[in-house]
């Protein structure tokens, strides 16, 4: 069984970075493909990014893409979630989920694991 924990979410201005981190354990990591969600209040959960577990490719959601940034660490068995230019709009819980195979990776509901989340907010 994994376990994901998130951390590094927080309150920052509009404009400002913040970096996620994801910490996998109970697994073999580099077997699972790796995506970042998001959940703002009275919203669904939508896919932000994820990257693949055999080439290291990403895919992003077009609210995010130029802005957002997703990596892995295998070694470390870490994914990071690299946030620029900020916005109101992405203030939401950001959860990490893991997945075996590499499609659908938009699809919340392919993924096996999930994180308990962290919240990011961003004030205007």
């Known amino acids: 069984q994994v376990q994901l924990v998130e951390s590094g979410g927080g309150l920052v201005q509009a404009g400002g970075s913040l970096r996620l981190s994801c910490a996998a354990s109970?697994?073999?990591?580099?077997?699972?493909?790796m995506g970042w969600f998001r959940q703002a209040l009275g919203k669904e959960r939508e896919f932000v990014a994820a990257?693949?577990?055999?080439?290291?490719?990403?895919v992003y959601a077009d609210s995010v893409k130029g802005r957002f940034t997703i990596s892995r660490d295998n070694a470390e068995n870490t994914v990071f979630l690299q946030m620029s230019s900020l916005k109101p709009e992405d203030t939401a819980v950001y959860y990490c989920?893991?997945?075996?195979?590499?499609?659908?990776?938009?699809?919340?509901?392919?993924?096996?694991?999930w994180g308990q989340g962290t919240q990011v907010t961003v004030s205007s």
């Open positions: 990257i693949r577990r055999s080439d290291g490719s990403t």
């Open positions: 109970g697994g073999t990591f580099g077997t699972y493909s």
């Open positions: 989920a893991g997945k075996s195979g590499t499609l659908y990776l938009a699809n919340r509901n392919r993924y096996d694991y």
